[in-house]
């Protein structure tokens, strides 16, 4: 006899443990050959938004997610949602919209280390550096110890040749807390160059460079050269 597609109600849970699991691929699949009802589609929408989300197939995610922030009462799931879409629109260049996202969460109350520096990277994105340090600062005041907040802080500080010590202080203290990110490793890197420390810029820009194929890494060790060559 064969079997039918799985209830809506039987999928969702299955998938739910299937994601909590990392077993992306396997979420999407159950959920896309199971039937639901039109009162279980926002459950089967975050699910499936989440899961592409993880998986790097953003076009697809946020197909998923804008309906569930459009469709659903505020709740923890909206929350998470739209943290997901601003993250996704960060990543894509779309800073705009991600403060966007960012923004209704503050409106919601939603203040976190996390939302605020986020917040810094999409001003900063927009061309706005002093109001992503501001995020930044915001940040650090309810998580002094945040990396995130500090490398962002310190990299932007650097960015705007402003206190170039505390820049680095920041930036040490970040890379301490997460030796192997080459993000935080180019931050560290490029204020050492502001500071005319070319040996510690050239030795964090090229690990960051090594272990990362990124564009901006790459300008940040170009200019990097060129203050050697003009020496």
Same mark, same amino acid.
Not at 29 to 50: F, H, I, N, P, R
Not at 94 to 102: D, G, H, S, W
């Given at each position: 006899?064969?079997?039918?597609?799985? !209830?809506?109600?039987? $999928?969702?849970?299955?998938?739910?443990?299937?994601?909590? !699991?990392?077993?992306?691929?396997?979420?999407?699949?159950?959920?896309?050959q199971a039937t639901v009802d039109e009162?279980?589609?926002? =459950? *089967? &929408?975050? %699910?499936?938004?989440?899961?592409? $989300?993880?998986? /790097?197939?953003?076009?697809?995610?946020?197909?998923?997610?804008?309906?569930?922030?459009?469709? !659903?009462?505020?709740?923890?799931?909206? =929350?998470?949602?739209?943290?997901?879409?601003?993250?996704?629109?960060?990543?894509?260049?779309?800073?705009?919209? $991600?403060?966007?996202?960012?923004?209704?969460? *503050?409106? @919601? =109350?939603?203040? !976190?280390?996390?939302?605020?520096?986020?917040?810094?990277?999409?001003?900063?994105? +927009?061309?706005? *550096?002093?109001?992503?340090?501001?995020?930044?600062?915001?940040?650090?005041?309810?998580?002094?110890?945040?990396?995130?907040?500090?490398?962002?802080?310190?990299?932007? *500080?650097?960015? &705007?040749?402003?206190?170039?010590?505390?820049?680095?202080?920041?930036?040490?203290? &970040?890379?301490? @807390?997460?030796?192997?990110?080459?993000?935080?490793? =180019?931050?560290?890197?490029?204020?050492?160059?502001?500071? /005319?420390?070319?040996?510690?810029?050239?030795?964090?820009?090229? +690990?960051?460079?090594?272990? %990362?194929?990124?564009?901006e890494i790459r300008e940040h060790l170009?200019?990097?050269?060129? @203050?050697?060559?003009?020496?």
């Amino acid at each position: 006899m064969k079997k039918g597609k799985p !209830s809506g109600a039987g $999928a969702i849970a299955k998938a739910g443990n299937e994601y909590r !699991s990392g077993d992306y691929e396997a979420a999407i699949l159950t959920l896309g050959q199971a039937t639901v009802d039109e009162d279980e589609y926002v =459950d *089967l &929408a975050y %699910l499936l938004g989440l899961s592409y $989300a993880r998986l /790097g197939r953003f076009d697809e995610a946020l197909l998923y997610l804008e309906q569930v922030v459009t469709q !659903s009462v505020p709740d923890r799931r909206v =929350d998470q949602c739209r943290m997901t879409l601003a993250y996704v629109y960060a990543v894509t260049g779309r800073a705009k919209l $991600a403060e966007y996202e960012l923004k209704k969460l *503050l409106e @919601a =109350d939603k203040k !976190s280390p996390r939302v605020f520096s986020a917040l810094g990277h999409a001003s900063w994105k +927009q061309g706005r *550096l002093d109001d992503g340090i501001e995020w930044y600062a915001k940040a650090l005041e309810l998580d002094p110890e945040n990396p995130t907040a500090l490398n962002g802080y310190g990299y932007l *500080l650097a960015c &705007a040749d402003r206190d170039l010590q505390k820049a680095l202080t920041c930036c040490r203290k &970040a890379l301490d @807390a997460d030796p192997g990110n080459p993000a935080y490793a =180019d931050s560290i890197g490029w204020t050492y160059l502001r500071l /005319g420390m070319l040996a510690e810029a050239g030795r964090f820009l090229g +690990q960051a460079a090594a272990e %990362l194929d990124d564009e901006e890494i790459r300008e940040h060790l170009e200019t990097y050269e060129k @203050a050697v060559g003009s020496r």
